[in-house]
């Protein structure tokens, strides 16, 4: 049963699911950023009615019943390096773009640690530190377990279908809002959405043989679909391209493209690191 959560990261995520839980749970942040651990902090101290806390100095904090990893891919080396000094054996819940952070993971932490994947469709906009905008409601998707009986989370029988389905969308929809400055449903018509689709048509061999989807045509209708849905969402890789932060694109397009060897993704992915 959980009772206190850790979240690790202070982004836009990291601060809606913490201000969201601290409701019902004991919430406490850990991160690198000063101004959003004080932000998160004041807002702590001012609602009454939330159990929450923010530290810079992770040593402070009790061991909990769950960590959820909320920090951008790109971080976990030196999060984990951080992390692992706690010698904590709560599992962690890893809720981030992209493939592949498990075996990362393991190594930091050893292979008896426990380790959850799960995908979330929440959209959240970071507006000042500790000031998040909800831009599009979304689940937490989790595999199968019974220590998520008491926590607000759908869970499933196979979580790996769930995180190549996101990928699927994220390494054809982000790149392409994020190289013409687009919300999700504007990358489906003009420039945006041939660009889209000659994305859909790279990608799509990765997912064929993952027996993602069946063929090119669905691919494309999901991901055009899932960009009318959530609108006018502003996505992560479009928001960190536009105020010039390092981007996911490596973490969530490179695996595909250390498959597929593709000379246009490889382009991609150069432009939207530069």
């Known amino acids: 049963m959980i009772n206190r959560v850790v979240i690790v990261g202070s982004g836009a995520l990291a601060t809606f699911y913490a201000y969201k839980w601290s409701r019902d749970f004991y919430v406490s942040v850990l991160g690198s950023w000063k101004e ?130 996101k990928l699927a969308i994220s390494s054809v929809l982000n790149p392409t809002c994020a190289l013409f400055g687009v919300s999700n449903k504007n990358a489906t018509i003009g420039e945006p959405g041939k660009h889209l689709k000659k994305m859909v048509n790279l990608c799509f061999p990765f997912f ?32 960190d391209f536009k105020s010039n932060r390092k981007t996911e694109v490596s973490e969530i397009l490179a695996p595909i493209n250390n498959e597929l060897k593709s000379a246009e993704l490889t382009r991609i992915i150069n432009l939207l690191n530069s």
């Open 36 to 165: 959003s651990i004080s932000a998160i902090n004041l807002f702590g101290q001012h609602q009454s009615n939330r159990k929450l806390t923010a530290n810079l100095d992770w040593g402070k904090t009790k061991e909990p019943d769950l960590v959820v990893w909320l920090t951008k891919t790109y971080k976990n080396k030196s999060s984990l390096m951080n992390y692992a000094k706690l010698n904590w054996r709560c599992p962690v819940l890893i809720l981030q773009n992209g493939i592949g952070q498990e075996s990362l993971f393991q190594d930091f932490l050893g292979e008896n640690q426990k380790i959850i994947r799960g995908v979330t469709n929440q959209g959240a906009k970071l507006m000042d530190p500790g000031n998040v905008l909800n831009t599009g409601d979304g689940e937490i998707i989790v595999e199968k377990d019974n220590l998520f009986n008491n926590f607000p989370v759908v869970q499933v029988n196979n979580i790996q279908t769930m995180v190549y389905n």
């Open 208 to 239: 064929k043989k993952r027996k993602v989807f069946d063929s090119e045509k669905e691919y494309l209708e999901h991901v055009e679909s899932v960009a009318r849905k959530t609108g006018d969402n502003l996505n992560s890789m479009l928001v």
